[in-house]
């Protein structure tokens, strides 16, 4: 089984160094992607991204530094760096060598820059979302310039792994970059729902956090069907089957 997770724009300034280390596997459009971004002005990456003029100039001076291949002198690993709050709740400074090892081996994040990435493939500072308009060549964004890499990338770990099932823990952004009708596994959409006197709501910041603690428990318990996890209940939640489907999964709390 393979969970798939989404990026986050936070990372964290000084992460963590983890006792080995992998390399992206599709470098040579991350180097295409990090070439056009590089034609473009501050202001331009500011309308780009929507972001303000301080990060603007930070991301703007990050895509000049790019290097390649990295190395553990300029870069980190994936699972160490970020730092939004799925990654809070993943804890991922708290993992055994033999837990970031099976997280290497079960759990994807998806990459607007680097595509999809294993949690130990080493990273350097980047802020691009999926759902960036990126003109490269004739691709109008990011989801065009992609189009079936991740997917195909993705389907070779399923097969490596043995793997029958994907968990979306991801955003709609980042899980519409992969066709999942060309994927040789189902997709089962996890959805966390928060109970406020009687009426179900789903509230986005803790859905994310959510999301980093199914990854862990994944992980943790070694979980190799989406039927184990039924047994979900780290922080109040539990799952409804009344409110579940064959290929989604509810959990309440």
Known sequence: MIALLSPSKNLHNIPLTAHRFSLPRLPEQSETLIKALTKL???ELQDLMHINEKLASLNYNRYRTFSWPHT?????????TFRGEVY???EAGTLTQSQAER???HVRILSGLYGLLKPLDLIQP?????GSALKVGRSKDLYTFWG??????LNEDLAETKSKAIINLASKEYISAIDTSKLIAPVFDIHFLEDRDGTLKFLSYNAKRSRGWMA??????NIKTPSALKGFNLQGYAYR???????KMVFVR
Request: proline share 2%; no cysteine.
């Open 126 to 130: 980047y802020r691009l979302e999926m």
């Open 41 to 43: 002005k501050k202001s």
């Open 103 to 105: 997280a290497d081996k």
């Open 72 to 80: 553990p002198e300029d870069a980190s690993v994936a699972i160490y």
């Open 148 to 153: 079936d890499q991740i997917t195909n990338l």
């Open 216 to 221: 862990r428990y994944i992980v943790d318990q």
């Open 88 to 90: 809070l709740g993943f």
């Open 241 to 247: 089957e009344d409110l579940s489907e064959t290929t």
